[in-house]
């Protein structure tokens, strides 16, 4: 696709359940990054991925989150028993890769979580 | 660590006034510096950038200026137009090591009136 999509756009869950959230990035971007969007913190890192490298995932907040990235492209974020203050818009974005040079970070339009 | 300090919002100005939002950063190394902004519904969008001390980062009538000497990267925009209404975020991030990962400020919401 021409950008970064993710699914879905809003989700409204009950505290305790598990919730999946997808990213599709732009197509030959190898660099994938998780972001949270909330009140409380503003924009926070949660995890990246580049290529076949393990994952930073300095940015988790908690051993709830995790995240997979399947073949290099489309990426799944996974929030089991969920808590309120995990409502959040949580915002994917990708990048060409390489060192040197940093790449543009192309952002999707997020997915907005509301755990009730 | 690494960290964003932006001028707290929100901004209302008139159409056609001058635009400064004062952004400051705290980092180790020489990081690349952002703004991104995120219009009303939609997701967030690179504005302009800057990848080394003295760089200008231009785009849509928004300049900002790398200032390694005072650690701050600027927002300034001559005159504002409605359609500028928006939350606008600075950025840093990293230029060695693996990760990549963007530190933000808190955004600067600002409403531009007719």
């Known amino acids: 696709g021409a950008g970064v999509s993710q699914s879905p756009s809003n989700k409204v869950t009950e505290k305790g359940k598990d919730v999946e959230l997808r990213c599709d990035p732009i197509?030959?971007?190898?660099?994938l990054y998780w972001y949270r969007q909330s009140l409380g913190q503003g924009l926070e890192f949660l995890i990246y991925?580049?290529?076949?490298?393990?994952?930073?995932k300095s940015g988790l907040p908690s051993d709830r989150f995790s995240a997979e990235r399947t073949g290099g492209s489309v990426s799944t974020l996974t929030i089991q028993r969920t808590q309120q203050e995990d409502s959040a818009v949580y915002l994917c974005?990708?990048?060409?890769?390489?060192?040197?040079?940093?790449?543009?970070?192309?952002f999707g339009p997020g997915t907005r979580l509301l755990v009730l | 660590g690494n960290s964003v300090t932006q001028m707290e919002g929100p901004v209302t100005l008139s159409e056609e006034a001058f635009l400064t939002i004062n952004c400051t950063y705290t980092?180790?190394?020489?990081?690349?510096l952002f703004w991104y902004v995120q219009y009303p519904g939609e997701g967030l969008q690179l504005l302009l950038k800057?990848?080394?001390?003295?760089d200008k980062g231009s785009n849509k009538g928004f300049e900002a200026t790398y200032r390694k000497e005072t650690t701050s990267f600027h927002l300034e925009k001559g005159s504002v137009q409605v359609s500028d209404s928006a939350v606008y975020f600075c950025?840093?991030?990293?230029?060695?090591?693996?990760?990549?990962?963007?530190?933000f400020g808190s955004g600067t919401q600002l409403t531009v009136l007719p």
């Open positions: 950025a840093l991030s990293r230029t060695s090591g693996s990760a990549r990962q963007l530190t």
């Open positions: 974005a990708s990048s060409l890769a390489g060192t040197g040079v940093l790449k543009t970070q192309y």
């Open positions: 991925f580049q290529g076949n490298s393990a994952p930073d």
């Open positions: 197509s030959g971007h190898t660099a």
């Open positions: 800057a990848t080394k001390a003295d």
């Open positions: 980092a180790t190394g020489y990081p690349s």
